[in-house]
C-alpha cells in the first residue's frame, strides 16, 4: 500500500510538471526578438507582405507624383508583364528580410536599382525628398488598403521603408 502511494505521488508530481512545462512553453513566442513579435509577424508574414505590397503597386499607379518613375514597369504589358511581377517580389522579398522574415532579398542594392545606368528605373534624376513621401504615402497606404490598420504598426514599417530614403533619393 505505501509503495502504491509513492507511486502515485512521483506519477503525480510528474503529471504536474510536464503539465506546467507544456504551459509555459505554449505562452513562449517563437522569436528571437525577446518574446516581442517582429514587423514580419505584424505585417501578417509572407502573406500579408504580398498583400500589402499588391495594393502599394494600385496606389503608385494612381499617383500622378509617382506614376512617371514607375511608367516602364506599369506599362510593361497592359501593366501584369514580367518587369511588374519582378518589382512587386522585390519590394515583397525586400520587406520581408528587413522586417525579419525568412526571405532573402537578392534584388540590386538601393543605388543601384535607382541609378540612371538601370534601364528600367524612369526619371530617375527628379527623385525629391517630396518624390520620396509620395512613395512612402503609397506604400503605407497599400498597407492600409490591405488591412493593416494599427498606427503603431504602420510606423514602424514607414520607418523601416524611410531607412533606404539616402540610398533612392
Same mark, same amino acid.
Given at each position: 500500500?505505501?509503495?502504491?502511494?509513492?507511486?502515485?505521488?512521483?506519477?503525480?508530481?510528474? &503529471?504536474?510538471?510536464?503539465?506546467?512545462?507544456?504551459?509555459?512553453?505554449?505562452?513562449?513566442?517563437?522569436? %528571437?526578438?525577446?518574446?516581442?513579435?517582429?514587423?514580419?509577424?505584424?505585417?501578417?508574414?509572407?502573406?500579408?507582405?504580398?498583400?500589402? &505590397?499588391?495594393?502599394?503597386?494600385?496606389?503608385?499607379?494612381?499617383?500622378?507624383?509617382?506614376?512617371?518613375?514607375?511608367?516602364?514597369?506599369?506599362?510593361?504589358?497592359?501593366?501584369?508583364?514580367?518587369?511588374?511581377?519582378?518589382?512587386?517580389?522585390?519590394?515583397?522579398?525586400?520587406?520581408?528580410?528587413?522586417?525579419?522574415?525568412?526571405?532573402?532579398?537578392?534584388?540590386?542594392?538601393?543605388?543601384?536599382?535607382?541609378?540612371?545606368?538601370?534601364?528600367?528605373?524612369?526619371?530617375?534624376?527628379?527623385?525629391?525628398?517630396? &518624390?520620396?513621401?509620395?512613395?512612402?504615402?503609397?506604400?503605407?497606404?497599400?498597407?492600409? %488598403?490591405?488591412?493593416?490598420?494599427?498606427?503603431?504598426?504602420?510606423?514602424?514599417?514607414?520607418?523601416?521603408?524611410?531607412?533606404?530614403?539616402?540610398?533612392?533619393?
Amino acid at each position: 500500500m505505501k509503495t502504491t502511494k509513492i507511486y502515485l505521488s512521483t506519477l503525480l508530481s510528474m &503529471v504536474m510538471i510536464v503539465s506546467v512545462s507544456s504551459l509555459i512553453g505554449g505562452c513562449e513566442k517563437d522569436d %528571437d526578438n525577446g518574446g516581442e513579435s517582429s514587423l514580419y509577424q505584424k505585417l501578417g508574414e509572407r502573406t500579408g507582405i504580398d498583400k500589402a &505590397v499588391e495594393k502599394s503597386i494600385l496606389a503608385i499607379a494612381s499617383d500622378p507624383a509617382l506614376t512617371p518613375f514607375f511608367e516602364v514597369v506599369l506599362v510593361d504589358e497592359g501593366g501584369s508583364g514580367p518587369g511588374l511581377d519582378a518589382l512587386k517580389e522585390n519590394i515583397a522579398d525586400f520587406v520581408d528580410a528587413s522586417s525579419g522574415g525568412p526571405a532573402t532579398y537578392n534584388g540590386l542594392s538601393m543605388e543601384a536599382a535607382h541609378a540612371p545606368t538601370n534601364p528600367r528605373m524612369a526619371n530617375v534624376d527628379n527623385i525629391t525628398n517630396e &518624390v520620396f513621401d509620395a512613395f512612402l504615402n503609397a506604400m503605407i497606404q497599400g498597407a492600409k %488598403d490591405a488591412g493593416i490598420s494599427d498606427e503603431s504598426i504602420l510606423t514602424e514599417y514607414r520607418n523601416l521603408l524611410e531607412q533606404s530614403r539616402n540610398a533612392i533619393v
